[in-house]
């Protein structure tokens, strides 16, 4: 029944209203509405967690700890909803905040030493962009107030940039944004399968909501912030590929595809905010490309556990010829889901200031690491299983990827490719240069392969910065004692000192645990409430 929890969502973005709802009296007024980028992506939202929750009772069987993922996975999938659905910026941010923190739960899931490090990486990253987030979002509120329109307008005005960048950074950790994107290739290959297929196809998105709803595009230039954007969407779609090459775990090479795949949605808002003009047809392509990549991205994740269900013979090849057709709709090959995505996305190159070949090469690149996903996945094995929900749901997402990305066509003329065949070349062409490297680079790592010491770990950055963030939070942590060691010897002191006077003034001092906390909240206090007069 757990599934059905997802029901209303969906069919309020069927067929909800086009007019908000308010609630005054909750938080600092609750304001919530659908729009042209909010609809799609509740409905693509609200069927990734229904599929995922459907298949976690068949693929964690046996898993004592199912009840408690469910639950969680709940409380993730409201803060989702939420902030989909937000028209003010308190809303937005509370269900930005429950679902990346709940989310965390997912993660730890299994409780091994890899999940742990795991989860105080994911949650080390999230909490950075949550003060990044919070504090551009406070600065646009001092300007503009709560609601989400007059922030986006706020975020427009040039004195605010500092604000917009804030805001940018803050969900750039969650959509995966180079530099900030270490969390994903650690996160994933420790998180269940269900839980993977949602962070990568339906949570990294919020960044991108963020982005959409929050910044002026369409409505104002930003051309520093859209340059910087399209410059690092850019590093992360080659660089992406590049270290996903390197990786041995199917879940590893899916969580840098990812980050490659979030790189075309950070150029393409990047060029909405360099140009205004082609700021609409940005928004539009924008959630098509968020559409066409979340279906295929969670049918990726649960091609795992199908192809080890399916065992050995036809059904084997089946589902590895399914997991094929979602490497292809990321590729963009027509007429899949991502064709009509990527045709939208090069003519906004210009824009961008990046020639449609670069953003062809890309493509080219995604087909070798679908290709280098594909063959680690075939040599997987495991014990065949019987046709259950795992299988329709992985089938329903396949499905559902086209037929979803097709419908939105009507959006406008940036999503709606014509057939031609120079459209047509223009989608096949990146996949046969893909293909041909698939064959050179097989052929080349049988000749000359490259020793597993010599591989980037999953994570690089965050591999690389981790002992000495771990340093410096021990040496924050140290340096955050030694305040109350001082009251503490300072009270130690007068306690001596009052020990020799009448009327138990030495009992009143060893008050169980004030001694320090008391005095150092008053100074604190006191230094707050100093900061706010000034």
Not at 315 to 344: H, I
Not at 432 to 445: M, S, Y
Request: aromatic share 6%; hydrophobic share 60%; glycine share 12%.
């Amino acid at each position: 029944m757990v599934p059905l929890a997802c029901l209303p969502a969906g069919l309020l973005a069927l067929a909800g209203p086009a007019d908000g709802l308010s609630i005054p009296w909750l938080l600092l007024g609750v304001r919530l509405e659908l729009d042209d980028v909010s609809r799609p992506l509740l409905g693509v939202t609200a069927l990734l967690y229904a599929v995922a929750l459907a298949v976690s009772p068949v693929e964690r069987a046996g898993d004592r700890r199912l009840p408690a993922f469910l639950a969680v996975f709940l409380v993730t999938y409201t803060g989702n909803v939420t902030l989909l659905t937000a028209a003010d910026i308190v809303t937005f941010y509370v269900g930005f905040a429950v679902m990346s923190l709940t989310a965390y739960g997912l993660v730890v899931h299994f409780r091994t030493d890899r999940a742990m490090r795991a989860g105080r990486v994911y949650l080390g990253l999230a909490l950075v962009g949550e003060v990044l987030l919070l504090s551009g979002l406070v600065a646009a509120a001092a300007a503009a107030g709560t609601d989400m329109a007059a922030v986006r307008e706020a975020l427009g005005d040039r004195a605010n940039l500092p604000a917009a960048a804030l805001v940018v950074a803050g969900l750039g950790v969650k959509a995966g944004l180079v530099p900030l994107h270490g969390w994903l290739p650690v996160a994933h290959p420790a998180a269940p399968v269900p839980a993977s297929a949602v962070l990568s196809g339906a949570m990294v998105k919020a960044g991108l909501v963020g982005w959409l709803q929050l910044l002026p595009i369409g409505t104002h230039s930003l051309p520093e912030l859209g340059s910087w954007l399209v410059a690092l969407g850019l590093v992360g779609i080659f660089g992406a590929v590049a270290l996903g090459l390197l990786q041995d775990e199917p879940k590893v090479q899916l969580a840098y595809s990812t980050i490659s795949q979030m790189g075309y949605l950070a150029v393409t808002v990047g060029a909405g905010l360099r140009e205004a003009s082609v700021g609409a047809a940005a928004v539009t392509v924008a959630v098509v490309y968020a559409v066409a990549h979340g279906t295929a991205k969670a049918a990726l994740f649960l091609s795992i556990p199908v192809v080890q269900a399916a065992g050995p013979g036809a059904r084997r090849w089946v589902a590895l010829g399914g997991t094929g057709v979602a490497g292809f709709a990321l590729a963009g090959l027509p007429p899949l889901n991502g064709f009509v995505a990527k045709y939208g996305l090069k003519d906004l190159a210009a824009a961008a200031g990046v020639s449609e070949v670069v953003l062809s090469l890309g493509a080219a690149g995604t087909v070798l690491l679908m290709a280098r996903f594909w063959l680690a996945l075939a040599a997987l094995g495991g014990a065949p299983r019987p046709w259950s929900v795992l299988h329709s749901g992985w089938l329903l997402l396949l499905l559902a990827g086209p037929t979803l990305v097709w419908g939105l066509t009507a959006a406008g003329p940036a999503v709606d490719p014509s057939t031609t065949v120079a459209s047509v070349w223009a989608g096949v062409w990146p996949v046969l240069v893909g293909l041909t490297l698939v064959v050179l680079t097989v052929r080349g790592a049988a000749r000359w392969p490259l020793r597993r010491s010599a591989r980037p770990p999953a994570g690089d950055v965050v591999v690389l910065l981790e002992p000495a963030a771990v340093r410096t939070l021990r040496a924050l942590d140290e340096a955050g004692r030694l305040p109350g060691r001082a009251v503490q010897a300072v009270v130690t002191i007068a306690g001596h000192a009052a020990s020799r006077w009448p009327g138990g003034a030495a009992e009143l001092l060893r008050l169980a645990g004030w001694q320090s906390v008391g005095p150092l909240a008053v100074v604190v206090l006191v230094v707050l409430a100093g900061v706010l007069l000034w």
